[in-house]
């Protein structure tokens, strides 16, 4: 095979791209697991969502392939599996050293359109032998109950207004909702978004006075770390010249104007009231809502939470507190440094929220600024970050096709990525990470996968840096490493090692608790307890983000970035309608409300959220 690829012809990566699709094609019509699996390279990976069973599954190695497909595909009755004639296939990278061809698929079941996308490893012997790297196929849609493209937008011949029909709309949801999404952030946004496309009456309620409001408490200089494309909303792209690292207000203003262009139901300063009751004879909610002050009765078939992971504010209990003489605050009460000009402040953590609160302290003239650092941490530059995001999800190409690529590849395939780079990841930050070392600041790399994983596995531990890191550098923000406030004295903090400084201010940015405890107070524990954990991976390789049956009939979750939401809402709601109730992940819970409703998903098919299933294990 010629080394320049720059001299693979479309032609002859079409050629690839077929030669395996009928490999695969054959091995599916005869519904051979082995033939199938046979597909996958002995060390590939395989990801389905809702393909094959009723939940996600990564799967590594062609011999768990071929497990998993055992028993589930003879039902999955996978037929016309074809190249998605919107892209062509092209040349792609898995890591520096590992060439495939990219290829996006299209594909049908019994009652299901589907997608996919394969990395076909580029080898000399690829057209009499091709094998799939990595292999992902997704359920899209219901068939005769497809997700609509728009509406006419001509009501009546148009003799109706619009505010008109949009009246009679709001009250046919407000009167008969289906669902009750709990949170009017990214998520149940764009959750509720999927669900008007798909004809499932939702309405949204948020504690807030206004849409956005999630957003705009946070304090003044919270600007996003990643990439405006990777954050893009469901339906509603960034404008072209929106800054490239979303600050927060601007953000909540696109939140506001966004449930406004997309038409959804959001009651605002409104909460559910303890305890919502379910009943399973009819596969229905009693929830009392405090709609504004009025106490509202709602019947709705689920109730998606799509607040947070978070709960409240962790705020450590320290002996003396009660005697200090300055102020004690979480990061969440912190309003901006210009509070504390000429002030020694004491922040605590390491965190993205740690990083900024220090910078803006030092920006609005504080007397001193000491970060607590208690472990190691990750820190990688906004270049780094953007380095590694901007060719996953460049400007101006198809939201939804950058997010079937994203999506394909297992997160445990992407660790593996990740230590592969590891030497380059750590020296394209080299001089950075040299001055954090040398200023005291103490650096880990996880398990040698770095931030990335830090991020799924623990939630915190790491900082994009936007400035910080340099103010450590040249000594304007102190370390201090490996200790925790023990107590309080009037103009004092003491530390675990003894020592004390002067504070006049001490800013926990500290974290939060887990939503759960919060969930057990409003649901009370017995029906929290029968639902899914809350972040980290699972067994089977996939994120707790929701999304899936939570193992509570009628009661699912929905957290995680911008993008998760975006790519996993349609499977939920397809889920939910058929139930009666990973852009793909509000399309992956969409997908399972229509599918309740539709009487295709039972709950007691949904797999149990605390088992060993061997049949299926990943790893």
């Known amino acids: 095979m010629d080394s320049n690829l720059n001299s693979c012809s479309q032609e002859y990566l079409r050629n690839i791209a077929e030669a395996w699709l009928k490999r695969f094609s054959d091995a599916v019509g005869q519904a051979e697991p082995s033939a199938v699996a046979d597909c996958v390279q002995e060390d590939g990976w395989f990801r389905d969502l809702l393909t094959f069973t009723w939940d996600f599954r990564s799967i590594h190695q062609r011999k768990n392939v071929e497990s998993y497909l055992k028993d589930t595909l003879p039902n999955a009755g996978l037929t016309d599996v074809r190249l998605d004639g919107e892209y062509a296939p092209r040349i792609g990278h898995f890591g520096p050293s590992r060439t495939v061809v990219d290829v996006a698929l299209k594909f049908d079941t019994m009652k299901a359109h589907g997608k996919g996308f394969v990395r076909i490893s580029l080898k000399d012997d690829v057209l009499e032998k091709p094998e799939a790297f990595g292999l992902f196929l997704m359920i899209t849609d219901w068939k005769g109950h497809e997700e609509i493209d728009h509406e006419s937008g001509i009501y009546g011949g148009h003799t109706i207004a619009w505010q008109d029909v949009r009246a009679a709309q709001r009250k046919e949801i407000e009167e008969a909702p289906d669902v009750l999404i709990v949170g009017a952030g990214q998520t149940g946004l764009q959750l509720a978004a999927r669900f008007h496309q798909m004809n499932i009456k939702a309405i949204i309620i948020e504690k807030n006075a206004c849409v956005g409001d999630n957003w705009r408490n946070h304090y003044p200089t919270l600007t996003l770390h990643t990439p405006k494309t990777y954050n893009s909303f469901l339906y509603s792209p960034f404008p072209t010249n929106a800054p490239k690292f979303i600050p927060k207000d601007w953000l909540a ?210 900082f994009n840096d936007v400035g910080c890191a340099q103010l450590i550098i040249d000594g304007q923000v102190k370390v201090k490493h490996g200790n925790e406030i023990a107590a309080f004295k009037p103009k004092k903090v003491v530390f675990t090692d003894g020592t004390e400084i002067e504070a006049d201010a001490v800013i926990f940015a500290t974290g939060w608790n887990r939503v759960r405890s919060d969930l057990e107070d409003l649901f009370g524990k017995e029906t929290i307890d029968r639902t899914s954990e809350i972040w980290g991976i699972d067994e089977h390789g996939e994120l707790r983000i929701g999304y899936r049956s939570s193992g509570q009939p009628g009661f699912w979750y929905a957290f995680g970035t911008f993008n998760q939401s975006r790519f996993h809402a349609k499977q939920l709601v397809g889920f939910n309608f058929t139930i009666n109730i990973y852009s793909y992940f509000l399309l992956v819970q969409a997908l399972l409300i229509k599918a309740i409703e539709l009487g295709y998903f039972k709950y007691q098919d949904a797999p149990p959220t605390k088992v060993d299933v061997s049949l299926h294990s990943s790893l």
């Open 253 to 462: 203003t696109w939140l506001e104007q966004y449930a406004v262009v997309q038409d959804l139901v959001v009651w605002t300063s409104s909460f559910i009231e303890p305890k919502p009751t379910y009943d399973e004879s009819v596969g229905r909610w009693d929830v009392i809502v405090d709609k504004q002050g009025e106490r509202v009765r709602l019947r709705p078939a689920h109730i998606v939470i799509a607040t947070s992971m978070h709960g409240k504010p962790r705020v450590p209990v320290v002996p003396g507190a009660d005697i200090f003489d300055g102020r004690i605050l979480h990061s969440t009460e912190f309003h901006g440094g210009a509070d504390f000009t000429s002030d020694k402040v004491v922040v605590v953590g390491v965190g993205n929220s740690a990083a900024d609160v220090c910078q803006d302290l030092v920006k609005h003239g504080a007397s001193s600024v000491t970060m607590v650092q208690r472990s190691p941490s990750s820190v990688v530059s906004d270049k780094l970050v953007a380095s590694q995001l901007d060719p996953v999800y460049p400007d101006g190409q198809n939201i939804g096709y950058l997010d079937l690529v994203a999506n394909a590849m297992p997160l445990e395939a992407m660790r593996m990525l990740m230590k592969e780079v590891r030497e380059s990841r750590l020296a394209f930050d080299k001089e950075m990470r040299e001055g954090l070392e040398k200023a005291g600041f103490r650096l880990s790399d996880g398990d040698g996968s770095g931030q990335l994983f830090l991020v799924y596995e623990k939630g915190g531990g790491y």
